[in-house]
């Protein structure tokens, strides 16, 4: 009875009822703090810097011309190697063959998320390059030039968005380590090469990152496609995939 009692209060105490909301999403508000709030803040700092002056920042010329300086041709190979493998548009195979993978197991909450934050990716990229409409640098004469907007790096972007939805949609395995690993080598590889080239400022990779992770995460906020039950190979699909959440059938029922 007592205990009745306490509860009764407690419910009925504002501060209370912060507080123990506070206790019990501390992961997400966390995670959205870091993941989503502070790589749209850096992606809007950045913006405003190069909006005010297309020349970039103090620090981008500097780190081309270290980075150009090593320039041999076996670094040559890889570079324009590096920068092919990381195109958007080879992305696209790689994610319709994994959308394909979770269409054939039933898995709609991480097909609906992979589907979001690809397509979303690449929407923002081409929407913010026609309103920066900054040039690429012209520092030397680039083996693979580009003729499109450079703010912010649609490679940059892509390998984030490629490896934040793997990684996403193996957290429940032990396979996210693997993902992160060698996930985390492609995204630096990806940003040396456009800074190799000298098709990209530093500020148009860290911007395209700084984006991409925001999107990628804020998604899989949304979404939550980790929502899911670790299984072997030939058991059953989680049932989490194939129903909604409790909280997403009651706003459902709401509206």
Sequence with gaps: ???????????????????????????????????????????????????????????DVPILLAVHSTANPQLDVL??????????????????AIALILVLQKRWRSLAYLLTASVGSIIISRTAKELMHRVRPQLWQSIAPE?????????????????????????????????LIFGSLYIIAIAWCRLYLGVHFPSDILAGWMVALG????????????????????????????????EERKLITEE
């Design 1 to 59: 009875m007592e205990k009745v009692e306490n509860a009764n209060q407690e419910s009925q105490s504002p501060l209370s009822f912060l507080t123990n909301l506070l206790i019990a999403r501390w992961r997400s508000l966390l995670l959205l703090s870091i993941g989503v709030y502070l790589p749209l803040q850096v992606f809007e700092i950045l913006t405003v810097k190069i909006w005010e002056n297309q020349a970039g920042l103090p620090w």
């Design 215 to 246: 999107w990628t995460i804020g998604v899989s906020l949304i979404i939550k496609p980790y929502k899911t039950t670790a299984k072997s190979v030939d058991s059953d699909r989680p049932k989490d995939e194939t129903t909604l959440l409790p």
């Design 79 to 96: 570079a324009v190697t590096l920068a092919t493998i990381g195109l958007p548009w080879t992305a696209m195979p790689i994610l319709g």
């Design 147 to 179: 003729s499109s907007f450079a703010f912010p790096s649609a490679h940059a972007m892509t390998s984030i968005t490629l490896v934040g939805i793997l990684l996403f949609l193996t957290w429940a395995s032990s396979w996210r380590w693997l993902v």
